[in-house]
């Protein structure tokens, strides 16, 4: 596929908002999402996911049941251009924990796969729930401002190892760089946050190439112009040059602003979607399903909680 298929009229049929103002949202998003990445140290994917899965739904050429599945892909591929700039800024002032990095490296890359693999036989409405799931989660921490206290060195290989395998599988199925979990992992281990921050963003292109990779891969017979597999690349390059050019801007106000009381607002923004796309994620939703979708909240969250707390223990 060549971008000259933007001016075909067949093509521009299968668009039911002008291709234009399409572009006109996502350069939109690009910047919002830059700017809240270097306001509030967050990957760009919470934003963007959600994004997309509202831009996606007026766009006739990708098909309605894998609305997520390209929101998850296309957001990942985007995430593999702007770490670059988050590496190169944080890496110049040597902030990278280099050695953490290459330790979780293996199982991260390992886990993306695994979790692109999964989203394939997922549908998108449950690949919607998850992140919705993901979303409150990501809203509760934030919002309290919970970092894990200092306790001991990073496990081992095998711990570590272990540890991206969690971290990359998650992040395939939520579309996001791994920042709210390889965070607070690398604070627990007693690097000094700024480091984990900055070491984050380096675990962060290694989850969004694999995971890249991965998406191409699952959804290999897709026949959506300009696409490869489930990555929708006008998106792509319509969310990546305002994402660059944004992000500095988002660094500086952290010096004019009051971060504390941003991280608020955020935090109960991305809950009211959290919980929107959980109802969402079924077709008919009335208090039945919605105390459905309460129990599978409170059977994952247990779960996970039980399984980082005991792979944190090797």
Sequence with gaps: MTFNQLENPSFRKKMSVPISDTYIYLTILGALAGTLAGLLGIGGGIVIVPALLW??????????DQTMHFALATS??????????????????GAVIWSSVFRLSPGIVVGTLVGTALAGLMSSEALVLFFGIFLLIVSIQMGLSSQPSSHRKIPGWFGTSLIGLFIGVISALVGVGGGTLTVPFLTWCNAPLRAAIASSSAVGFFIAVSGSIGYAWAGKNSIVPLSSGYIYWPAVMGIVPTSLIFAPLGARLTHTISIRLLKILFSIFLAIIGIKLIIKSFPSPDI?????????????????ISELSSALKL
């Design 76 to 93: 990942l591929a985007t995430i593999c251009f702007t770490a670059i700039s988050s590496i190169y800024a944080h890496n110049r002032r």
């Design 55 to 64: 831009v996606y739904a007026s766009v006739e050429a990708i098909p309605k």
């Design 288 to 304: 039945n399903s919605v105390m459905a979708a309460a129990r599978r909240v409170v059977y994952f969250l247990g779960n996970k």
